[in-house]
């Protein structure tokens, strides 16, 4: 059975629990899981999600594809296609052109483990495969990554989870 990180509450804390069975709902779920919603690894439900093509593109020109693929779990902060379309046509361009940074861009949208939506009020530091530290945060209804806000909470996959997010997180 999986860990997963859960939010205990308290600001920067997090704790790992057992995953409870994903065809048993409580209460505060964000919607009904079913046990179809986990055969698709990440990048196929990413793929198949209707809001994240630019991003699952981006991952592929990363060649991060593989990895997404793999035994997990992992945390996925996924830009929507709205997200890309605010960098300029150009700054995407010289992006792709970078390998480096987009692998490094990139990278900064997964962590590993199960994040799943903080309680109200809660708060807490995740680090990205990157290396990057981001706070994830929830303040008046709403759940924030750094200055990205969650659009599309806990979209199960078999291998982690996916939070879209409205803008394209970028490091230092």
Not at 127 to 140: Q, S
């Amino acid at each position: 059975m999986d860990a997963v990180l859960r939010f205990t509450g308290r600001p920067g804390g997090v704790a790992v629990m057992p995953e409870r069975d994903p065809t048993q709902g409580s209460p505060g779920d964000h919607g009904a899981v079913t046990l179809d919603a986990h055969r698709h690894d990440l990048v196929t439900t990413a793929d198949g999600n209707g809001r994240l093509g630019t991003f699952v593109d981006y991952l592929r020109a990363a060649g991060l594809e593989r990895f997404l693929r793999g035994d997990g779990p992992f945390t996925v902060f996924a830009p929507t296609d709205k997200a890309f379309l605010r960098i300029t046509l150009r700054g995407r361009d010289r992006l792709l052109a970078d390998q480096p940074r987009l692998v490094a861009m990139m990278r900064g949208h997964l962590v590993a483990g199960r994040i799943q939506a903080p309680p109200a009020g809660a708060s807490a530091v995740v680090t990205t495969i990157e290396g990057t530290r981001l706070t994830v945060t929830c303040a008046e209804g709403a759940y924030y990554i750094g200055n990205a806000r969650l659009v599309q909470m806990s979209i199960p996959a078999s291998n982690g989870i996916i939070h879209a997010i409205d803008a394209v997180l970028v490091g230092d």
